[in-house]
Each structure stands twice: as C-alpha cells, then as structure tokens.
C-alpha cells in the first residue's frame, strides 16, 4: 500500500511542483556565492575568476594534488571545449599567475600545466568563500534536517537517472 502522501510522478492532478523551489534555491545559492567572491576578490583589488575560469582552476588543483600531469588536451576533453577555448582560459589563468606552461623535454610542441602556489592559495580563498555561504545557507538548521534535505535530493537525483 502506497503512502497517500506520496507524490506520484506524471499525475495532472497533483498540484505539487518543486521546480520553482529547486530553481529558485539553486540560483539564490549562485548568486549569494557569486556576490561573496566578488566581496573576496574585489577587497584585494582582484578581479573574480569566471565560472568556467574557476572549474578548470579546480580541476587543475585536483589533478595537482593527485600527482597527475595534465596538458592542453586533457582541459578539452575534461571540459568538452574547442582547442581555441581552451587556449583562451588558460593564457588568463596564466596571466593572473595561477600556472605556468612548461615545454616537455621530449617533445616541445607539449606543455604539460603547472600549477602555481599562487593557484593553491586561490583555491583555498574560494573554498574558505563556498564554506561561508554554506554555513549561512543551513543556519538555524539542525544536523538531523541537514541530512533529510542530502538524503532527499540525493533519491531525486537518482530518479533522475533512472
């Protein structure tokens, strides 16, 4: 026997839409971390890596942390971007110091990234940054409510899949 107040998914009879609250959460979240970088960055006299700027940043970061090498390719393929997009992000990373492209012995037409301390310093900033909004996002939250809403959207993402 099904729970009465289970939503059944494709009744056009039930009134429960979650999508404008996921919607609005999700973007109030980008928007409050946005504004928070923006805050970070711009008291120091930085400007704000880009979205796209910051995804690679932390790719690059993890790949550096687990000791692997990465080259212009692995950027493309990780990102599903053009050879030129990629070219573009990483010489604006390069500028702002966060990695330096060096040249592979055995063939110079390589050049494996590296990433800068500089880069790990940032890392650390926006994470500190994310963490603040986070703290912000659950106050007044118990912990039992904080993993209902984790259990919760992880059975939707999940059926999502499925």
């Known amino acids: 026997m099904e729970d009465k107040n289970t939503v059944k998914s ?11 609250y996921v919607r609005h959460l999700s973007k109030s979240i ?7 970088l923006d805050q970070e960055f711009s008291s120091r006299g930085e400007s704000r890596l880009t979205s796209v700027q910051a995804h690679v940043m932390g790719y690059l970061n ?20 053009q050879r030129s997009t990629a070219t573009g992000i990483l010489k604006l990373l390069e500028q702002r110091g966060s ?17 800068t301390e500089q880069a790990r310093q940032t ?12 703290k912000k996002l659950v106050k007044g ?6 993993n209902t809403y984790i259990e919760l959207t992880e059975k939707m993402r999940r059926n999502l899949e499925s």
Request: aromatic fraction near 2%; hydrophobic fraction near 35%; charged fraction near 35%.
């Open 123 to 134: 890392k650390k900033r926006v994470d500190s940054t994310i963490e603040g909004v986070e």
């Open 10 to 20: 494709g009744n056009p009879s039930d009134n429960t839409h979650i999508g404008p």
């Open 62 to 81: 993890m790949q550096h942390e687990l000791g692997n090498v990465v080259y212009q390719k692995d950027i493309e393929q990780a990102f599903h971007i």
């Open 30 to 36: 980008r928007l409050s971390i946005d504004e928070a």
């Open 99 to 115: 990695i330096r492209r060096v040249s592979e012995e055995k063939d110079a037409r390589l050049k494996r990234i590296i990433v």
């Open 141 to 146: 939250l118990t912990k039992e409510e904080i």
